[in-house]
């Protein structure tokens, strides 16, 4: 028995089980991503032009994301390499339920203000602002996304109420700048992707992107669980 317990230790901790596992995780996860996203976006994708009056049906369209993203937050993060031991459609899912109440109250505020500025940044000739005003338009998105992408992985790995995950949002966006530049750069890759390729290829890559996403997001992680979890 001892020894075929340890056969099994040995084929799930060498190199080559753990790429494989690995992969098999993301393509899991990849998979779920699509699932739970596909239904909204694909409207998104095959329906909507790029004109701005789009920008709130857009939006409305992007709600499931949150939640999928978390999820996935979730699975990446609790799932072990082993062969012997790879569950990442129920982490999946478990992450899913646990934390769908807790993202939307943070995902679709964000929305909301990343769309509002969006149409003021638009429209601004319209609505009479200065062309100046673009600037902090952008730095103020800019910023509310950033708090926002903290936000998302506090919620999906942690259990606070929404009011302390905001301010622990804000305050390592400050005290963690590799996090934030992290972030800001891997936003400016997927916009780079969508802007080269299209959506389809950044949402093909939606597994990876999260990993990057999760593993920039580490040094926050480490002093949340540090600092205010017992």
Not at 45 to 72: E, F, M, T
Not at 160 to 181: K, Q
Not at 182 to 202: D, H, R
Request: proline share 5%; hydrophobic share 55%.
């Amino acid at each position: 028995m001892s020894g075929a317990t340890q056969t099994r230790r040995q084929f799930g901790d060498g190199p080559l089980s753990r790429i494989t596992s690995r992969v098999y995780i993301l393509l899991v996860v990849e998979l779920l991503l699509l699932l739970t996203t596909l239904p909204a976006l694909l409207p998104l994708l095959l329906l909507l032009g790029r004109d701005p009056s789009n920008l709130p049906l857009a939006a409305l369209l992007l709600v499931p994301v949150g939640p999928a993203i978390s999820a996935a937050l979730y699975a990446l993060r609790h799932q072990r390499t082993d062969l012997t031991d790879l569950r990442p459609a129920t982490l999946f899912w478990r992450g899913y339920r646990a934390n769908m109440l807790g993202v939307l109250r943070v995902w679709v505020p964000t929305l909301l203000w990343l769309t509002v500025l969006a149409v003021n940044l638009a429209y601004r000739g319209a609505v009479g602002l200065s062309s100046w005003w673009a600037v902090p338009l952008v730095l103020i998105g800019v910023g509310v996304t950033l708090c926002a992408a903290n936000a998302l992985v506090i919620t999906s790995l942690f259990d606070f109420r929404t009011r302390d995950v905001l301010r622990l949002a804000v305050h390592f966006l400050v005290r963690t700048p590799g996090v934030s530049v992290g972030n800001a750069l891997l936003l400016a890759a997927a916009a780079g992707i969508t802007a080269v390729f299209s959506e389809a290829v950044l949402m093909l890559l939606a597994s990876i992107a999260v990993l990057a996403y999760l593993r920039i997001s580490e040094p926050m992680i480490h002093l949340i669980r540090k600092e205010f979890t017992s």
